[in-house]
């Protein structure tokens, strides 16, 4: 029976529950006055109409960039790229990231579920009578104060948890976990463009160095038959024999510089080896020929015809911020929606079975409740992270302004230093030609005695330097131009990421 005080604490404990209730709902009715409105993202910003400075473009769609290895015609560096792309550790490696950032943040949504399990007990006692007496006397019936014997009990219940989505959390959180996903794939996508890029990069840095090898080597040729020739003419007298020590001292340092060179190219060639998934074969699994890279004449092929604002659509890094910014403020709704009640239904079931001496039975039972929870005393606490997320949106629009200017500016600088490596490449090859002549020119007229070997070494050291400067000029042509091409978003498609987020049902790599 219950006390006048009793019931008294029970009205006034319902009284306050009531107040409680009603200051929450209060609240809750003017959080939208408590926060300022989130204003909508920028998602586009504004560019100029043009580069620049900008190459002559080629007759191409900007699709073409999605692939742009393809267009130099070249198969060893397509070759190159299937295997780095399909093989390589970093690809790998980014692709496992996009399948772990989709499984991740899928438990976004599967929170708005129904939640629960089955749980079950199951035990066996067993009771004897050591001494003394267990019935109760002056009955009818002996009846035990103990049961005696196996007692076996089990139990399983299954109850769930299931929140009623009256004010759209779970649409809310799905658009934010749209956007968080396609941030990671954004990301797998630059890893991707940056593997091509490097890949490329280091093939033409490779072929460059062995058009280094090869011009060394035809330095030493030269020196070694120009030491040959001051050899007669010491020995005829013709010439003092401290010529002969001359053309000796660049013998030996020619020799240095092949071998310098030769170092520095395994190493290259180590490197891209690395970047395929191959590291640890063979130097002689990668020819590198330099007549692949000498025999461009025309220089590295043409850029699509491209505007700044493809940089918003091609560029992974650009997209991977729209993506952050569309989550920033995304979230900021979820975090609003925190505000307001949660109602869930709350269903179960059970079994429970009891077997004993003298009798055995089952029960079972079902219940089905309703869940209220109110944030009264943590609504300082939420509205506090609404106005933290706040700021975190404000920064996720800076970032993307900062890196549509950053791309911007990026590939504004590569297209115009680009232009300057072809015009410069064409104008040292005109100027390595032209001392080309003028070496064997002199080699002639020593030859024939009408020219002193001083004059044959300096035309020798003359054609030796203009030829190292065009190939390293026609090497920076071509390593600038992969710049290019993914400074304007290129090296990715919309289906690189479909194999990635695919569900993997075995262990083979994904092609």
């Not at 909508?40 to 999605?66: F, H, I, K, M």
């Not at 007990?121 to 196996?150: C, F, W, Y």
């Not at 956007?179 to 630059?190: K, V, Y």
């Not at 070496?439 to 002639?444: E, F, G, H, I, Y």
């Amino acid at each position: 029976m219950q006390t006048a005080a009793t019931r008294k604490r029970l009205v006034a404990a319902r009284c306050v529950a009531a107040h409680l209730v009603a200051a929450g709902l209060t609240g809750l009715l003017l959080v939208g006055c408590a926060t300022a409105p989130t204003p909508p993202p920028p998602l586009r910003a504004s560019l100029p109409p043009q580069y620049d400075a900008t190459p002559p473009p080629a007759p191409l769609p900007v699709a073409a960039l999605n692939a742009w290895w393809t267009l130099y015609r070249d198969s060893q560096l397509d070759a190159l790229e299937r295997q780095a792309l399909s093989h390589a550790p970093d690809a790998e490696a980014a692709a496992a990231r996009l399948r772990e950032a989709k499984a991740t943040l899928s438990t976004a949504l599967l929170a708005f579920n129904p939640q629960g399990g089955i749980s079950a007990t199951g035990a066996t006692q067993n009771t004897q009578l050591d001494g003394g007496n267990v019935d109760l006397s002056g009955l009818p019936l002996k009846v035990p104060l103990v049961a005696l014997g196996q007692t076996s009990s089990s139990d399983a219940e299954f109850n769930v948890s299931w929140e009623i989505d009256l004010f759209g959390r779970r649409a809310a959180a799905n658009r934010v976990a749209k956007a968080d996903l396609a941030a990671a794939r954004f990301a797998f996508e630059g890893s991707r463009a940056s593997l091509a890029a490097a890949v490329a990069d280091s093939l033409f840095t490779a072929r460059g160095l062995a058009e280094d090898v090869e011009a060394a080597r035809e330095t030493l040729k030269r020196d070694q038959q120009l030491a040959g020739l001051v050899r007669i003419q010491v020995q005829s007298g013709l010439a003092p024999a401290a010529d002969l020590s001359r053309t000796s001292v660049e013998v030996a340092k020619a020799q240095a510089q092949v071998i310098a060179l030769e170092a520095d190219l395994n190493a290259q060639k180590r490197s891209l080896l690395v970047l395929i998934g191959d590291g640890t074969a063979p130097l002689s699994a990668l020819p590198i020929s330099p007549e692949d890279q000498a025999s461009g004449a025309d220089g590295p092929p043409r850029l699509p015809a491209v505007a700044p604002g493809d940089l918003l659509e091609r560029r992974p890094d650009v997209r991977e911020a729209e993506a952050r910014l569309r989550s920033a403020f995304g979230s900021i709704l979820v975090d609003k929606l925190e505000l307001f009640p949660h109602f869930s239904i709350l269903p179960g079931v059970g079994v429970s079975e009891l077997s004993r001496p003298g009798n055995t039975y089952t029960t079972s039972l079902w219940s089905l409740g309703l869940g209220l929870a109110i944030p009264v005393l943590d609504r300082p606490r939420l509205l506090a992270v609404v106005k933290a997320q706040d700021a975190r949106a404000v920064q996720a629009a800076a970032d993307y302004e900062k890196t549509v200017q950053t791309a911007y500016g990026e590939a504004s600088n590569i297209l115009g230093e680009l232009d300057a490596d072809e015009r410069q490449a064409a104008l040292l090859a005109q100027a390595a030609a032209q001392a080309r002549a003028s070496l064997d020119a002199a080699q002639a007229g020593y030859a024939a005695g009408v020219q002193d070997w001083r004059s044959a070494l300096e035309a020798q050291q003359a054609w030796s330097s203009a030829d190292a400067a065009s190939a390293q000029a026609r090497t920076q042509a071509l390593r600038r131009s992969v710049q290019a091409f993914k400074a304007l978003g290129g090296g990715w498609s919309e289906d690189d990421a479909r194999p990635a987020l695919a569900d993997r049902r075995s262990g083979a790599r994904p092609s």
